[in-house]
């Protein structure tokens, strides 16, 4: 699986971006997708995860209410949606996907651990400016 992230850039404080990453293979509707970030400094985090249907999402705290996630299963692309973004949120982006996991996992595991990704995209920067 080759994940192909874009959409990063240079964007002021309370503004917007989306983010796409666009996967090969053929079997892109049976993965959960995700996006993680890593500042500079700082280990990589979770941001959102969104199960192989689009039906359902997971968010960290920190992006609850001002990112969403979702997915377009015909196009082999899943989006992330940033608004009213904060200089806090500056960091590389990555586009994840999880090829194994069960889709009944998805409904026992909460949170960050609803994604375990063995695939990685690129990354793609985004910086908000105060």
């Known amino acids: 699986v080759q994940l192909q992230a874009s959409g990063g850039g240079l964007v002021q404080a309370g503004g917007s971006l989306r983010l796409s990453c666009a996967a090969s293979?053929?079997?892109?509707?049976?993965?959960?997708m995700g996006w993680f970030r890593q500042a500079p400094g700082k280990e990589r985090e979770f941001v959102a995860a969104i199960s192989w249907s689009g039906g359902s999402a997971s968010y960290a705290d920190s992006v609850k209410g001002r990112f969403t996630i979702s997915r377009d299963n015909a196009k082999n692309t899943v989006y992330l949606q940033m608004n009213s973004l904060k200089p806090e949120d500056t960091a590389v982006y990555y586009c994840?996907?999880?090829?194994?996991?069960?889709?009944?996992?998805?409904?026992?595991?909460?949170?960050?651990?609803?994604?375990?990704?063995?695939?990685w995209g690129q990354g793609t920067q985004v910086t908000v400016s105060s």
């Open positions: 994840a996907a999880d090829t194994s996991s069960s889709r009944s996992s998805w409904y026992r595991r909460v949170g960050p651990e609803r994604i375990q990704p063995n695939y």
């Open positions: 293979g053929r079997t892109f509707s049976t993965y959960v």
